[in-house]
């Protein structure tokens, strides 16, 4: 069955770095669009970026525009989230998510807290 595993969360401190990391399994990896998604309490789950099966296009929501960078391995099966110059506004739970033929799928989630 499709499973996606993220690790790599955690606290920092604001102006800090974290690298999230989502493992793949279950379906064609290559071809399929990979997003990451974070989520507050009370509020709605908002993309935060995106990248095509092949990595030639990668999209970012403005929050996180020149401080984030999204990349993949589709030898290891991977989507990783480099994130840079935290901010306390980038406290949430970060989702992996893979649309394949079979549908879209999630991760379980993983906190990322940004706090001095």
């Known amino acids: 069955q499709v499973q996606l595993v993220e690790s790599g969360g955690g606290l920092v401190e604001p102006g800090g770095s974290l690298k999230l990391s989502c493992v793949a399994s279950?379906?064609?990896?290559?071809?399929?669009?990979m997003m990451w998604y974070r989520q507050v309490p009370g509020k709605e789950r908002e993309l935060v970026a995106r990248?095509?099966?092949?990595?030639?296009?990668?999209d970012y929501a403005d929050a996180v525009k020149g401080r984030f960078t999204m990349s993949r391995d589709n030898t290891k099966r991977t989507a990783d989230l480099q994130m840079m110059s935290l901010k306390p506004e980038d406290t949430a739970t970060y989702y992996c998510?893979?649309?394949?033929?079979?549908?879209?799928?999630w991760g379980q989630g993983i906190q990322v807290t940004v706090s001095a």
């Open positions: 990248i095509f099966s092949q990595g030639t296009r990668i």
């Open positions: 998510k893979s649309r394949t033929t079979r549908g879209e799928f």
């Open positions: 279950g379906f064609n990896f290559d071809a399929a669009p």
